[in-house]
């Protein structure tokens, strides 16, 4: 059993040529490797990015779109007129009352009972009544509050009249 063991200082040396072709070999192996993993990296950060902008784009034609919406138009730029868009009011509330119209006398008596359920429309902040009528209109609670956070609003504001 003693004979089996190899004496390595006995052992001829490696054919140089031989171990030059295997560390070309590796080389060349791991420089095609880290080649291709570059490669389909950078496509797959070209493919993400025209993903962005095609969301961008997309992004700013919605924008565009919501910008050109005459009521939402009026909102942003005249006082609050949320009590005239609502068709289902058939009295006016305190909103209503504040836009310099007469009110008579039968609806004064019965304007504290409508007033009084809904005491938030009067603490309503009129910078965000654009933002409660994209809501009107169906636009998500979530994109509202981007929105909202993207002008530099609070977007937790419009959670307390919900």
Not at 14 to 32: D, E, G, L, P
Not at 138 to 148: F, R, S, Y
């Amino acid at each position: 059993m003693d004979s089996l063991t190899v004496q390595k200082h006995e052992l001829p040396p490696t054919n140089q040529k031989r171990m030059v072709a295997f560390i070309n070999h590796f080389i060349v192996s791991t420089v095609t490797f880290l080649n291709k993993f570059a490669s389909d990296c950078e496509s797959k950060f070209v493919t993400y990015e025209q993903k962005i902008q095609n969301l961008e784009a997309s992004l700013l034609i919605v924008e565009a779109k919501l910008a050109s919406i005459d009521v939402l138009k009026q909102l942003s730029d005249g006082p609050p007129a949320s009590a005239e868009m609502k068709p289902s009011d058939s009295q006016p509330t305190a909103l209503g009352s504040s836009d310099g119209e007469p009110i008579p006398a039968a609806e004064m008596q019965s304007q504290p009972e409508i007033s009084s359920p809904n005491p938030p429309a009067l603490e309503r902040d009129p910078k965000y009544d654009l933002y409660f009528k994209m809501l009107q209109l169906g636009v998500p609670l979530g994109a509202v509050k981007n929105k909202i956070s993207f002008e530099g609003l609070d977007p937790d504001y419009i959670d307390r009249f919900l």
